[in-house]
């Protein structure tokens, strides 16, 4: 995959001021909807002090607010006046093979404004998109520094009213943010540490979420309820945290926290990006949250065709016999992968834990574990490996590791139990990225990490978990809050289940087939505690109930649905009730519906298709009158642009579609 950026506009003007008296500086989005305002007239914010206001449409959605920047070496706390503005208008678009569309538009106006004041100079630079708005400030070079440190930066988001919030919990001793559960709450009752994007409801036709982009070599920032203002939201900087589940498990030290600054520049630097994405339901707001990608660099990875999009079974007898029998399912199912998960370097959370051998976790396998073979093996049949490794190891030998896996054959890592939140676990892990794409690897993150569209940038990062996904026994209508909330992040790991008896506490197998197209990850793992039949026999509490993958007729549809698409549309999105999104790969049209916890009739109108062409639809629902392990109903239909199909779902069910071009 080439990912080419084309260039079709671009405007620059200086401004220049023969005083210093501040003013407001605007920049408003190509289609004229959204605008973002820097010095807003305020009684609220003090005259210099760095400000903010957002409209959208008629309507000032964010009210005047602040942005404060702590620190010790230079003091951003005074008056700022505007020295110059430069403007410019990008009208752009890149391509890319492994997204939820294949030409991305990446349209904006931007305003970079240089300020300075007593003690400090400060460059603000602005963005309005039609997706949304961003902001971001550089610090030059100044008063002989070198490099400063940055105890906090406070961004309080002023709203007009108490309005709800989606939100993951409170960050808490033995808690998990980035893969707890999301609540509807007023936004007074917010927590510290609550996770991003943040939804909020602004209005029926109007939703935002708090976000950020490009963060690679900084603390992340976290919202809570702001204290100074009624009907607000202040984000701050994550300081040193450890919360994986892994030092949950283990018993490590939890939540621990460090004093002083938050993050150490050289000079000069940029800041991520903090973003308000905007639209007009919940849908749109999914449909264009590539608004953080566009906030990231292009591909710095020259040649991408090694990087592979696919479908991915986990083997976890971690035996020889074991591994041959998962690529010989993967190869005659169109899978991509076999994925070799924890315990096949001895025990990952022990800290002498070895990656570059191959030590048996006696507790998990009793061997043998060959996996030169395997790899010799998996080539043959045109598949590939990946391997687990827990961040433990990976600190520690991932300059080791790397050459030997390029050696043994293995095509992608997936990282586990990551460090997140402060500046030196988030540099360590996007370094950590660049690495492996040196060796033609993919990458998969796990556990605590979200993405702000770092992907763009390093494409190898297919995808990461961040997500409260099938192996918590997550019910739909959670799936479907996610769907809104964790999506607008990107690429999400749901690790999809089949036949483990939790499907039935989640949902149905319908919904499960759903959740390929519903859940976007260019790596999507299937039958996450399912084995392939000749693999030994393995039932343990390790793994739950392992049973064997069935012949079900309608495994067709996973063998079948891509994991990357050139469109998407959300048809229908009503958080925690009911989603239906439609994705196109080639002429093929592939469509996932699943439903909360009330009974409904869903109308699927079909007025995406091309006009003048016929389609023929296969149509998988859940039938209990159906004779099989799954009860799922096979139908062939009809279709053309101007078809509607109505679907009778019960609660917790779901429904799919592929749709085929006849006339070609």
């Known amino acids: 995959m080439v990912q080419k950026q084309l260039v079709y506009l671009l405007v620059l003007t200086t401004l220049f001021f023969a005083c210093n008296k501040q003013r407001e500086i605007t920049v408003q989005s190509p289609d004229g909807e959204k605008v973002l305002t820097v010095f807003p007239k305020s009684e609220i914010t003090e005259s210099g002090q760095l400000s903010f206001s957002v409209k959208y449409g008629d309507q000032r959605i964010i009210l005047p607010s602040s942005i404060e920047i702590k620190s010790q070496d230079i003091d951003f706390s005074a008056p700022f006046s505007v020295k110059n503005v430069k403007e410019k208008s990008i009208q752009n678009e890149w391509t890319t093979n492994l997204g939820?569309?294949?030409?991305?538009?990446?349209?904006?106006?931007?305003?970079?404004?240089?300020?300075?004041?007593?003690?400090?100079?400060?460059?603000?630079?602005?963005?309005?998109?039609?997706?949304?708005?961003?902001?971001?400030?550089?610090?030059?070079?100044?008063?002989?520094?070198?490099?400063?440190?940055?105890?906090?930066?406070?961004?309080?988001?002023?709203?007009?009213?108490?309005?709800?919030?989606?939100?993951?919990?409170?960050?808490?001793?033995?808690?998990?943010?980035?893969?707890?559960?999301?609540?509807?709450?007023?936004?007074?009752?917010?927590?510290?540490?609550?996770?991003?994007?943040?939804?909020?409801?602004?209005?029926?036709?109007?939703?935002?979420?708090?976000?950020?982009?490009?963060?690679?070599?900084?603390?992340?920032?976290?919202?809570?309820?702001?204290?100074?203002?009624?009907?607000?939201?202040?984000?701050?900087?994550?300081?040193?945290?450890?919360?994986?589940k892994q030092d949950l498990v283990s018993g490590a030290v939890e939540n621990e926290r460090s004093e002083g600054a938050k993050v150490e520049m050289k000079l000069p630097f940029k800041s991520p990006w903090r973003v308000v994405m905007m639209g007009e339901n919940y849908g749109q707001l999914l449909e264009n949250n590539y608004i953080l990608q566009n906030l990231n660099p292009p591909s710095e990875i020259e040649d991408e065709s090694w990087i592979t999009p696919g479908k991915v079974l986990r083997e976890g007898t971690l035996t020889t016999q074991g591994g041959m029998a998962a690529i010989d399912f993967v190869a005659s199912h169109n899978m991509q992968y076999v994925h070799f998960d924890a315990g096949w370097y001895g025990n990952e959370m022990d800290n002498a834990s070895d990656a570059t051998t191959v030590t048996l976790d006696p507790k998990r396998s009793k061997g043998p574990f060959d996996i030169e073979a395997i790899t010799a093996y998996a080539k043959e049949k045109g598949v590939k490996v990946m391997l687990y490794v827990n961040r433990r190891a990976l600190e520690k030998q991932l300059d080791d590791i790397l050459p030997l896996f390029q050696e043994w054959g293995i095509a992608g890592i997936k990282y586990g139990f990551v460090r997140v939140g402060d500046q030196n676990a988030t540099t360590w892990m996007h370094e950590a990225v660049k690495k492996t794409a040196a060796h033609k690897m993919v990458v998969d993150v796990h556990d605590e990490y979200r993405p702000t569209g770092f992907s763009r940038t390093y494409p190898n990062l297919l995808t990461?978990?961040?997500?409260?996904?099938?192996?918590?026994?997550?019910?739909?209508?959670?799936?479907?809050?996610?769907?809104?909330?964790?999506?607008?992040?990107?690429?999400?790991?749901?690790?999809?289940?089949?036949?483990?008896?939790?499907?039935?506490?989640?949902?149905?197998?319908?919904?499960?087939?759903?959740?390929?197209?519903?859940?976007?990850?260019?790596?999507?793992?299937?039958?996450?505690?399912?084995?392939?039949?000749?693999?030994?026999?393995?039932?343990?509490?390790?793994?739950?109930?392992?049973?064997?993958?069935?012949?079900?007729?309608?495994?067709?549809?996973?063998?079948?649905?891509?994991?990357?698409?050139?469109?998407?549309?959300?048809?229908?999105?009503?958080?925690?009730?009911?989603?239906?999104?439609?994705?196109?790969?080639?002429?093929?049209?592939?469509?996932?519906?699943?439903?909360?916890?009330?009974?409904?009739?869903?109308?699927?109108?079909?007025?995406?298709?091309?006009?003048?062409?016929?389609?023929?639809?296969?149509?998988?629902?859940?039938?209990?009158?159906?004779?099989?392990?799954?009860?799922?109903?096979?139908?062939?239909?009809?279709?053309?642009?101007?078809?509607?199909?109505?679907?009778?779902?019960?609660?917790?069910?779901?429904?799919?579609?592929?749709?085929?071009?006849?006339?070609?």
């Open 100 to 244: 939820e569309r294949s030409t991305v538009p990446d349209n904006y106006n931007e305003a970079k404004i240089y300020l300075e004041s007593e003690t400090a100079k400060l460059n603000l630079i602005i963005r309005a998109y039609d997706e949304g708005v961003a902001f971001a400030y550089e610090v030059p070079a100044q008063n002989n520094l070198t490099e400063v440190k940055i105890d906090d930066e406070l961004i309080t988001y002023q709203f007009a009213e108490n309005h709800s919030v989606w939100s993951t919990p409170e960050r808490i001793p033995r808690k998990l943010t980035a893969q707890g559960e999301i609540n509807k709450i007023p936004l007074s009752e917010l927590k510290v540490g609550c996770e991003r994007p943040l939804l909020v409801e602004i209005a029926d036709d109007v939703k935002i979420a708090l976000a950020e982009a490009r963060l690679v070599d900084y603390a992340r920032l976290s919202f809570d309820a702001g204290k100074k203002f009624e009907n607000s939201i202040v984000s701050s900087l994550d300081g040193k945290i450890i919360d994986t």
């Open 464 to 664: 990461q978990e961040g997500i409260r996904g099938d192996e918590e026994t997550v019910p739909n209508n959670h799936t479907l809050i996610t769907m809104f909330t964790r999506s607008l992040a990107g690429a999400a790991d749901n690790t999809v289940c089949y036949y483990n008896k939790r499907v039935e506490k989640m949902g149905s197998h319908a919904s499960q087939l759903a959740k390929t197209v519903c859940l976007f990850s260019p790596l999507q793992f299937l039958y996450w505690y399912d084995k392939a039949p000749a693999a030994p026999v393995k039932d343990d509490a390790l793994w739950g109930n392992t049973n064997t993958i069935g012949n079900e007729p309608e495994l067709e549809f996973f063998n079948n649905v891509p994991t990357v698409w050139d469109e998407t549309k959300v048809l229908v999105a009503e958080i925690g009730e009911i989603g239906v999104i439609a994705r196109r790969k080639g002429d093929d049209w592939w469509i996932g519906g699943i439903n909360g916890e009330t009974d409904r009739t869903v109308d699927v109108d079909f007025s995406f298709l091309k006009e003048g062409t016929s389609y023929s639809a296969k149509i998988y629902t859940d039938d209990e009158t159906v004779k099989t392990r799954t009860r799922v109903r096979i139908e062939e239909k009809q279709l053309n642009a101007d078809s509607s199909l109505n679907f009778d779902v019960k609660a917790n069910n779901g429904f799919t579609l592929h749709i085929q071009q006849i006339d070609k």
